[in-house]
């Protein structure tokens, strides 16, 4: 079973930047993609990134891509979200999740493990 567990969550000005992280367990870390959501006040939980367990590939939702990175480090079993010119439509709590498949996919129903998530606030 794989457990994960989020930080960096917090509130920044727009234009800011905050790093999000997610340490995971389980022997198989490598073999896992790893999955990025996100879920605003009233609004359905939206996907955001998604890598392969080898980091070797990457998508993100057309509302991120050039702002947000995902990545990994399996040596450390930890995902990333380096996040930047953030803006406040980007307030939302944001999920981590892990599918048993090493292959990124954006479909919530092929992941099988999530965090409890981490709350990011974008204000002036």
């Known amino acids: 079973q794989v457990q994960l567990v989020e930080s960096g969550g917090g509130l920044v000005q727009p234009g800011g930047s905050l790093r999000l992280s997610c340490v995971a367990s389980g022997r198989t870390f490598d073999r896992n993609a790893m999955g990025w959501f996100r879920q605003a006040p009233g609004k359905e939980r939206e996907f955001v990134a998604t890598i392969s367990g080898s980091g070797g590939s990457t998508r993100y939702a057309d509302s991120v891509k050039g702002r947000f990175t995902i990545s990994r480090d399996n040596a450390k079993n930890t995902a990333f979200l380096q996040m930047n010119s953030l803006k406040p439509e980007d307030t939302a709590v944001y999920y981590c999740?892990?599918?048993?498949?090493?292959?990124?996919?954006?479909?919530?129903?092929?992941?099988?493990?999530w965090g409890q998530g981490t709350p990011v606030t974008v204000s002036s």
């Open positions: 999740a892990a599918a048993p498949r090493a292959s990124s996919t954006l479909s919530p129903r092929m992941y099988d493990y």
